[in-house]
């Protein structure tokens, strides 16, 4: 994990980010395992999550090692 990428994980996120990037699919990380994003997409991200009924939790320190 470092700054210039944020993980999300979940029912549903990859397909959220593929909306919020007008279709394009993000990358699968193998550790940890997620979809990646830039950090300057995570809060339109969780905005949008949302607005759409999901529950959004953020997780900071969980997969840092």
């Known amino acids: 994990m470092n700054p210039s990428l944020s993980t999300v994980s979940g029912w549903g996120a990859r397909d959220l980010i593929t909306d919020l990037r007008n279709g394009r699919p993000p990358l699968w990380n193998r550790n940890p395992r997620g979809w990646v994003i ?3 997409r995570t809060s339109d991200l969780i905005a949008f999550a949302e607005s759409r ?3 959004v939790v953020l ?4 997969e840092v090692r």
């Open 38 to 40: 830039g950090p300057w």
């Open 53 to 55: 009924g999901f529950l």
């Open 59 to 62: 997780d900071e320190w969980a």
